[in-house]
């Protein structure tokens, strides 16, 4: 599927800003932005639900096809599982034998072949979402257009509906433009990211990419990325000119890369060789994690977070520390 310039507007207000697009056949492509930033505008465009004020959406193969998961699972309460499931299948015309039998062997890649005769008030609301999802997978659409589909579940179920998900879709290989705002799921199923702010799409590529180059300021802010300071900040923080390109004048580090230490030099070296730098700060905050903490050190009015693994050596609040900073874990981009 493709978008091409597309515009869309609601009410004289335009939500999306000529936006170019393209999912590719198998793909899972996951579009982050923060609430009001036109995600779920341009599903609803893409699947027809609001028409494109310009532009143009065209398919490989000439026509295509679309299903809309929302974030509740919007199930029939007066039918089954079962019939929930053939629900798309019975406006189509199919048989009732034909649509049963196929309902019946849908169930098992739901794995909910046990549940097809309860009604959607007898199901948890994880297995009423995979309902959702298997109403329209049967359908057999040429993209599955998802939004924030397991956002209102607990964090342990969001997460286990995820893989099976990710799982289902390796396995019959359908296309999926996934909507979310929650960075973690990015990392677990996309083959790409794209970030859309304000109506337009910033920034396409690898998860890897995304996070390591963010292409802006902005990006990297809703990224929440750590540690991010000026170029001038950390050639001060290492006392000398870094070697890095004129255009990147921002630089990110990886919380789980900086480590505490005992020695107060201004710069030295590691086994390879690699530049790193020490600072010393006070500690202004310690949050305990399941894998030890986060400790924020204040460095002359500028912030780090250093995540510390395990529970032996957990600095005090007001305690002056030292953190190390390798400057190859350093993360460079443009603002």
């Known amino acids: ?71 509740e699972p919007r199930l029939f309460p007066h039918l089954t599982v079962l019939e929930n499931i053939a629900f798309g299948l019975r406006v189509k015309g199919m048989a009732a034998k034909e649509r049963k039998a196929r309902a019946l062997d849908f169930l098992k890649n739901l794995q909910l072949d046990s549940l097809g005769n309860r009604y959607p008030h007898q199901l948890s609301g994880g297995q009423q979402q995979r309902v959702s999802l298997g109403r329209t997978l049967i359908l057999n659409p040429d993209l599955i257009l998802l939004d924030e589909p397991f956002a209102s579940l607990d964090t342990p179920l969001r997460k286990d509906l995820i893989d099976w998900l990710y799982d289902l879709q390796r396995k019959l290989g359908f296309a999926i433009l996934w909507v979310t705002h929650y960075i973690d799921e990015a990392l677990a199923v996309a083959d790409r990211v794209g970030v ?85 700060g006070v500690v202004s905050k310690v949050k305990p994690s399941r894998d030890g903490c986060s400790v924020t050190v204040s460095v002359n009015s500028q912030l780090l977070d250093v995540n510390i693994i395990g529970w032996k050596t957990i600095p005090g609040l007001k305690e002056i520390i030292s953190i190390r900073i390798p400057f190859e874990k350093i993360h460079w981009y443009s603002e």
Do not use: Y
């Not at 630089?251 to 060789?273: A, T």
């Open 1 to 71: 599927m493709k978008l091409e310039q597309v515009t869309i507007q609601i009410n004289q207000e335009t939500i999306i800003h000529s936006l170019d697009l393209t999912v590719l056949p198998g793909e899972i492509f996951v579009l982050m932005g923060p609430s009001g930033s036109g995600k779920t505008t341009l599903l609803k465009g893409i699947a027809g639900l609001l028409p494109l004020t310009s532009g143009k959406q065209s398919w490989e193969n000439g026509t295509g096809t679309t299903g809309l998961v929302f974030q």
């Open 196 to 280: 859309i702010l304000e109506g337009r799409l910033q920034q396409i590529g690898s998860p890897f990419k995304i996070f390591q180059q963010p292409a802006s300021e902005k990006i990297a802010q809703f990224l929440s990325l750590p540690n991010r300071f000026s170029r001038e900040q950390w050639c001060s923080w290492f006392g000398r000119e870094l070697p890095i390109l004129e255009s990147l004048n921002m630089g990110w580090v990886d919380s789980n890369h900086l480590q505490l230490v005992d020695s107060d030099s201004r710069l030295i070296s590691n086994s390879i060789g690699e530049p790193a730098c020490i600072i010393s």
